[in-house]
C-alpha cells in the first residue's frame, strides 16, 4: 500500500516508499550493533519539509525507525539529518531523545547558529554535522562557512559527515584534508563500480584514507551503487555483489575507521526499494570475520558516538 506525507505536503513524482515487510535477516548481528546511517523523514504534520528541499519523501516517524531496528537486531541508531529539513533539525533531535539514549544524531547547521543551540543539540545526542556536496541535493554552501563550522563543532567533539560524489574528490580534496576533526565519508564517496576496484578513481579515496588518519567511510548503500541490482545470482542472499569488493577493500584496509548503516528509508531510490533484511545480509561478504563485524558495527560506531560507553 503507498504511503503518505502528511501535512500540507506530497510526495515528489515517482517516489518510491520504503520497504513495508522486511525480511528477518540471515546474518545475526552482533550484540550491540549500531545502524550508523539511517534517516526520519517527518511525519510532515508535526515536522515539516523544508521551504528549499529538493524532494518531498513519504513520512518515515521515529517509532517506524525503532521498529525497524528490533526487527533487524540493532541495538542501536545514528540519525543523520536528511536534506529534505535542511537545517531544521527537529525531527532528528525529536528522535533522539525519545530513543532514550539509544540514538545519536548527525545535524545540518547553519553558520549563523548560536553556541546555545550547539550546546542543545549536544545534549539531544548530536555528535556530528553533514556537509553535503551531492548537487541533486542541495545549493551551494561557500567553503569558509563550512570551515568556520567545522571549527565551532570540532571543540565539542564533533565529527563532520562529508557526502560526495566519486568524481568530484579531486576538486574537494584540499577542503577535506583541511578539515580540522574527525572526517567520516558517506558510502565510500559513491564509487562508480562499474570501474575497477583497482582503479585510478577508487585508488584516489582509498589514498585519501590512506594518507589521512582522521578520515572514515560508511561501507553502506550497496543498493544506491549497484547496477547488478537486489537480483540474488547463485540462489544465496547475495544482493548487490558488484559493490562487495569496494565494500571488503575498506573494511580490510582500515578496520578501525569503517561504520555500516541502513540508510531507511532510502531517500531517492529510482528503480527498486531495498528489503532491508537483504542489506543487513550483505555485511558478512564485505567484513569476512567475526572480529572484522565487530569492529564495523560495535566497537567503531560506540568510539566515535557513545565513547563514554566504549
Ligand atoms: C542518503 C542518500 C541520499 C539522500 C540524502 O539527506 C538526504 O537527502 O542523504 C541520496 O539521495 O543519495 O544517504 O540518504
Redesign the pocket.
Known amino acids: 500500500m503507498s504511503k503518505t506525507t502528511t501535512g500540507d505536503f506530497s510526495k515528489t513524482a515517482g517516489w518510491l516508499d520504503w520497504y513495508e515487510g522486511p525480511s528477518r535477516p540471515r546474518f545475526q548481528l552482533p550484540p550491540g550493533s549500531v545502524d550508523a546511517?539511517c534517516?526520519v523523514f517527518g511525519p510532515g504534520a508535526g515536522f515539516p519539509y523544508a521551504p528549499g528541499r529538493?524532494?518531498t519523501p513519504c513520512d518515515a516517524s521515529k517509532d517506524q525507525l525503532f521498529a525497524l531496528r528490533d526487527h533487524l537486531g540493532f541495538a542501536r541508531n545514528v540519525i543523520?539529518?536528511?536534506?529534505?529539513h535542511g537545517a531544521d533539525n527537529r525531527a532528528m533531535v525529536d528522535a533522539c531523545l525519545a530513543s532514550r539514549g539509544r540514538a545519536r544524531g548527525v545535524a545540518t547547521v547553519r553558520p549563523e547558529i548560536s553556541d546555545a543551540e550547539l550546546l542543545r543539540l549536544h545534549a539531544a545526542g548530536v555528535r556530528g554535522v553533514?556537509f553535503?556536496f551531492?548537487k541533486?541535493?542541495v545549493d551551494f554552501t561557500p567553503k569558509d562557512e563550512l570551515m568556520e563550522i567545522a571549527a565551532r563543532v570540532a571543540k565539542l567533539g564533533w565529527h563532520v559527515v562529508i557526502?560526495f560524489e566519486a568524481v568530484d574528490l579531486p576538486e574537494l580534496w584540499d577542503f577535506f584534508t583541511a578539515l580540522p576533526t574527525t572526517v567520516v565519508v558517506?558510502?565510500m564517496g559513491?564509487p562508480d563500480v562499474s570501474q575497477a576496484v583497482d582503479g585510478p578513481e577508487f585508488e584516489l579515496f582509498l589514498r585519501f584514507m590512506r594518507e589521512h588518519a582522521n578520515v572514515w567511510s560508511k561501507v553502506?548503500?550497496p543498493e544506491?551503487l549497484s547496477a547488478t541490482g537486489p537480483r540474488a545470482l547463485n540462489g544465496e542472499r547475495d544482493a548487490y555483489r558488484d559493490v562487495v569488493p569496494f565494500a571488503r577493500r575498506v573494511v580490510e584496509a582500515f578496520p578501525d575507521r569503517v561504520l555500516w548503516g541502513t540508510?531507511w528509508p532510502?531517500?531517492?531510490?529510482k528503480d527498486h526499494m531495498p528489503d532491508d533484511g537483504l542489506l543487513v545480509d550483505f555485511i558478512p561478504h564485505i567484513a569476512t570475520t567475526p572480529e572484522l563485524q565487530r569492529k564495523l558495527l560495535v566497537d567503531n560506531p560506540m568510539r566515535l558516538y557513545w565513547p563514554e560507553e566504549s
Open positions: 546511517h534517516h529538493k524532494y543523520v539529518q536528511a536534506t529534505c553533514r553535503n551531492v541533486r541535493l557526502y558517506d558510502h559513491r553502506s548503500c544506491r540508510d532510502h531517500p531517492n531510490l
